[in-house]
């Protein structure tokens, strides 16, 4: 399969709508992919033009030795994106909307800080960046994904990804066998290890959340999320008190997923309304 190139790395991405419309771009977590949002861009490709994006290291996309996969080194690689895929800088709308989750999250918020100017609105689910550390969860799912033997390193994840549902029954067998298919390919673990140590171990600065602070911004977060506990909604909320916060019921660490059609209303109505009504 050829793919687009990102400075010349082999970049899987998928676009829906109209691309004179403004853009929504979706960052997926840690070990997942674009596939993870399932039908939430299609979705919403009614009213904007929505991308989908594996990281590189992930999915489909190329997972060269060489890559930075560290916050900042992904961070690069959205910004690299957009400007040579979507060409953003040359577009009408010259401004994006991020929604990231996870891992996914964390880069969001840090392509804000660092290019404020391309940023319209952001939407952070159950995003890591202010972790002290692994939690007891993350911790499993890194052993999990590192194990060498197949057959005990597919039981783990299945453990792990069970885990991160409020509804273990709500996990289907295919995401368990993507993830493994995926982290055997070659680059994939270390893409992962860095990406994990990384992101568990860094933070959000002050001064960063003092750049995005006048950025409208929604945080969502699953009140069962056992990955990255619902205290850490707490601590974003102290640090961003401007945005605008929901706890999604009867949901994990993937909200989206186990209440998609109340995810895609939440983004709908966030990304559509107008700047006034959100600041309200």
């Known amino acids: 399969m050829s793919l687009p190139t990102v400075k010349g790395v082999g970049t899987y991405y998928k676009e829906y709508g109209d691309h004179n419309k403004r853009h929504v771009l979706f960052i997926h977590g840690l070990g997942a992919s674009s596939l993870a949002w399932r039908d939430i861009p299609d979705a919403l490709s009614k009213y904007l033009h929505a991308i989908a994006v594996d990281l590189i290291g992930f999915g489909i996309s190329e997972k060269p030795e060489s890559a930075d996969y560290t916050i900042?080194?992904?961070?690069?690689?959205?910004?690299?994106f957009l400007v040579e895929r979507i060409e953003i800088r040359k577009q009408k709308h010259k401004k994006i909307s991020i929604v990231g989750h996870s891992l996914g999250g964390y880069i969001a918020a840090q392509v804000a800080i660092e290019n404020k100017d391309?940023?319209?609105?952001?939407?952070?689910?159950?995003?890591?960046?202010?972790?002290?550390?692994?939690?007891?969860?993350?911790?499993?799912?890194?052993?999990?994904a590192t194990d060498i033997n197949p057959i005990t390193r597919y039981e783990k994840v299945k453990r792990v990804l069970e885990d991160l549902y409020a509804g273990p029954s709500r996990l289907l067998p295919v995401v368990v066998d993507l993830f493994d298919y995926v982290i055997d390919k070659p680059g994939a673990k270390r893409a992962f290890i860095v990406a994990f140590d990384n992101s568990t171990t860094t933070q959000i600065e002050r001064e960063g959340f003092r750049q995005i602070k006048d950025i409208p911004c929604l945080i969502l977060w699953g009140e069962k999320d056992n990955l990255i506990p619902i205290e850490y909604y707490y601590r974003f909320k102290q640090a961003l008190p401007n945005a605008k916060y929901e706890i999604i019921a009867d949901a994990g660490h993937a909200p989206f997923v186990e209440k998609p059609a109340l995810l895609y209303e939440k983004l709908r109505t966030f990304l559509i309304e107008d700047d006034t009504i959100m600041q309200s």
Do not use: H, M, N, Q
């Open 72 to 80: 900042k080194g992904l961070s690069k690689f959205i910004v690299d």
């Open 118 to 144: 391309l940023i319209e609105r952001i939407v952070l689910i159950d995003s890591s960046g202010l972790l002290d550390g692994p939690t007891p969860l993350l911790r499993d799912y890194r052993v999990a």
